[in-house]
Nanobody, 122 residues
Framework: QVQLVESGGGLVQPGGSLRLSCAASGFTLEDYTIGWFRQAPGKEREGVASIRSSDGSTYYADSVKGRFTISRDNAKNTVYLQMNSLKPEDTAIYYC???????????????WGQGTQVTVSS
């Protein structure tokens, strides 16, 4: 019933931009914390950004702060990740997930999307 559908990944040059979307169904987005995570080969999964949909509170990993922006459209039940000034080290599979609790390291992210590949390369 709970489903997250991601889109927007692709190949971009360093310095380029991508906008990822996470469309949620089967639940009310406003009741949850939504997180974007990424995992590159040989590295552990990293929390990139999170948003508390009820009030719009946000969290960003230091590695993306100032470059990435998480936002949500509660009416569309969709969360976005705008990624600017992309670097090769941003290359990873990006996942969205839903959980409860705030800050995000206290949330229980129990439902995940399928992931979308982001590749930053010249």
């Amino acid at each position: 019933q709970v489903q997250l559908v991601e889109s927007g990944g692709g190949l971009v040059q360093p310095g380029g931009s991508l906008r990822l979307s996470c469309a949620a169904s089967g639940f009310t987005l406003e009741d949850y914390t939504i997180g974007w995570f990424r995992q590159a080969p040989g590295k552990e999964r990293e929390g990139v950004a999170s948003i508390r949909s009820s009030d719009g509170s946000t969290y960003y990993a230091d590695s993306v702060k100032g470059r990435f922006t998480i936002s949500r459209d509660n009416a569309k039940n969709t969360v976005y990740l705008q990624m600017n000034s992309l670097k090769p080290e941003d290359t990873a599979i990006y996942y969205c997930a839903i959980g409860s609790g705030w800050p995000p390291w206290k949330a229980d992210f129990g439902s995940w999307g399928q992931g979308t590949q982001v590749t930053v390369s010249s």
